[in-house]
């Protein structure tokens, strides 16, 4: 490639769409943790009728210790029950892969916005260093180069 052709302002829409999506992102996640806190408050008990009221037997997920990808707690009351367990297993074997969405979005825009600052950077210091050497021409030595004068 023999030259770039980035224009900041384009990059910067871009950010803005990439940004949007993110947040998108971040919203449908919550949504989800929000929903299996809710199934899993739902489930009840393996335990059968009015025996539910007594002190919960077999697995008790507990509460607000795990926290969803923008920080709020994935399970707001205690849940138990083998569902509410298997649920709460499996958020919590996905919040490796819901930190990873949002740490790869994250370094997606600003590794976009640290490369267009240094192109934008590039571009001035050539600017600067063409104006430099313009500078430093010596226009006398022109004046001699044979040309006629008017």
């Known amino acids: ?9 384009g990059v910067q829409g871009q950010l803005k769409v990439v940004g ?10 919550s949504g989800l943790l929000a929903d299996l806190r809710d199934a899993a408050q739902a489930a009840g008990t393996a335990v059968p009728g009015s025996q539910a009221a007594a002190s919960p037997h077999g697995p008790v997920m507990p509460g607000p210790a795990a926290k969803g990808p923008t920080g709020a707690p994935v399970w707001s009351q205690t849940s138990t029950g083998p569902v509410a367990t298997a649920l709460a297993a499996y958020a919590a074997a996905r919040k490796n892969d819901f930190n990873a969405m949002a740490e790869r979005c994250q370094a997606a825009v600003l590794g976009a916005v ?12 050539a600017a600067r260093n063409a104006q430099n050497a313009a500078r430093a021409v010596r226009l006398d030595a022109f004046k001699d180069l044979g040309g006629k004068q008017r």
């Open 20 to 29: 949007g999506h993110a947040e998108d992102l971040g919203d449908v996640l």
């Open 1 to 9: 490639m023999t030259s770039w052709d980035i224009q900041p302002q």
């Open 114 to 125: 640290k490369a267009t600052n240094e192109y934008v950077q590039g571009d001035l210091e």
